[in-house]
């Protein structure tokens, strides 16, 4: 009888996740194969998932589609044209950046929109955080009853295509859904692509590799325009790498490769360690930048992030041991403040779970439904540790005690809760320490006080 390989399967098979898992994330989810294909011919490979049409597995529909964008773009993988292209006011430069725009082709005349930060930890999408963001720009009656469509909801990357566009087409009544895919600085300083962000009413930065937007975006116009966004009261919402920026504090993997847990752990100066603000005073999308440090409009919605790294994927791929070294580096780089009870924070978002964070800092967690009995929980772990006094020499492997421990479960029937002060009569507390030793030969040691482990 013949055998079939299931695609959807790859991810559970040890022989091609020792062979193809080229970013070494445990895993396949992205491009591994296609990587291999590119490094011979000399290309650099995108970042864009397999799962193209979001549905939460890589099908045979996916790989035809990818099989058809690279075939249609071999000659310029990385540099087609905008709809409606030209140079785009920028005289003779190519242009790189590339527009896909459903619905209306004119701006909306959306009257107000209320802020916000919605934070996705990566995996099969949570259309609740999409509704959210969408909602904030809805006209309403005196009754708070929708009264027209929404804004213009734009999706930003710096790689892959526009599969998000009929998703979020599906969940919220906008005036257009359009993704923006920009894929070098120089697409981050197009006058067209600033006009786009200055007119959206809410934006999502979409997973891949976080490396690419601080390597294209930081300290560019674009920076400044989402900066400007968030002035005007527009929602900021990221999933998985689109997360990771939008900390206070950020987990660069500018070297390339990502780092596990045991390896943190074992080294907290492993060289793959790399976190953007070392300036105190700058940053990607952080209430620090000296562009808008001074902008209460902007830094009060950012510094509900304040001293504050976050992580996505987090308790799939074991990443708590992760986050306490990058707050342990956060600390002994003297990155945080120091004062009286000062502490550094981190925030760790479970799979198909998002945290909702209103302007007030009123916050929820939201999920999708469990689908089996072996489905984690859809939880936020909030992380919290106070700050040595001076500065101090963190060891080898990782000894950094008694870090604070929330975690909030998506549970259809729990209400809202105030960020980092009132959380549910439901979460769970407990705390985690690096002890500095061996658990094994090649294992750090990370106990905690919880029966459960240190996932609680």
């Not at 989810?29 to 597995?57: E, F």
């Not at 969940?171 to 006058?191: I, K, Y």
Request: hydrophobic content about 35%; proline content about 4%; cysteine-free.
């Amino acid at each position: 009888m013949t055998r079939k390989l299931r695609i959807e399967q790859l991810d559970s098979r040890t022989l091609f996740a020792i062979d193809f898992d080229i970013d070494a994330n445990g895993r396949i989810d992205s491009l591994d194969p296609l990587a291999i294909v590119d490094s011979l011919n000399g290309a650099r490979a995108s970042s864009a998932r397999m799962d193209i049409d979001g549905d939460g597995k890589v099908s045979a529909s996916d790989l035809m589609k990818l099989t058809n964008e690279f075939n249609s773009n071999i000659n310029e993988p990385f540099a087609r044209m905008a709809p409606g292209g030209g140079n785009g006011g920028g005289g003779s430069t190519k242009v790189t950046y590339q527009y896909w725009r459903s619905g209306s082709s004119a701006d909306s005349l959306a009257a107000s929109v209320s802020g916000g930060l919605g934070l996705m930890g990566g995996g099969l999408d949570v259309d609740r955080l999409f509704r959210w963001m969408g909602e904030k720009s809805y006209p309403m009656d005196s009754n708070g009853n929708a009264t027209g469509k929404g804004g213009d909801f734009l999706v930003l990357r710096a790689a892959g295509t526009e599969a998000y566009n009929p998703y979020i087409e599906t969940l919220v009544n906008m005036n257009s859904v359009a993704t923006l895919l920009l894929p070098d600085r120089a697409s981050a300083s197009n006058p067209t692509v600033l006009d786009i962000i200055s007119k959206a009413e809410a934006i999502f930065i979409a997973g891949g590799d976080q490396a690419n937007y601080f390597n294209y975006w930081n300290e560019t116009p674009v920076e400044d325009a989402i900066y400007n966004a968030i002035k005007r009261n527009v929602p900021i919402g990221g999933t998985s790498a689109g997360l990771a920026v939008l900390g206070d504090y950020d987990f660069t993997a500018s070297t390339g490769t990502s780092i596990v847990s045991n390896d943190a752990l074992m080294n907290p100066y492993n060289s793959a360690i790399t976190i953007d603000g070392t300036n105190k005073a700058d940053g990607f999308l952080t209430p620090r930048d000296t562009t808008i440090v001074n902008d209460s409009s902007v830094t009060s919605i950012l510094g509900l992030l304040a001293n504050t790294i976050t992580d996505s994927h987090f308790r799939q791929r074991d990443r708590l041991g992760r986050l306490v070294t990058f707050m342990a580096r956060l600390d002994a780089d003297d990155l945080v403040k120091q004062s009286a009870g000062a502490s550094v924070k981190g925030i760790g978002i479970n799979e198909q779970t998002a945290l909702l964070i209103e302007p007030s800092g009123s916050a929820i967690v939201v999920g999708n439904g469990l689908t089996s009995t072996t489905d984690l929980p859809r939880s936020v772990y909030f992380m919290e540790h106070t700050v040595a006094a001076g500065t101090q020499q963190l060891t080898s492997p990782l000894t950094y005690t008694d870090t604070k421990v929330t975690r909030v479960d998506y549970e259809p029937a729990t209400s809202s809760f105030t960020l980092w002060s009132s959380f549910p009569a439901t979460a769970k507390k407990y705390a985690v320490s690096a002890t500095g030793k061996l658990a094994t030969r090649k294992t750090a040691e990370l106990t905690s006080t919880s029966a459960a482990g240190i996932y609680g």
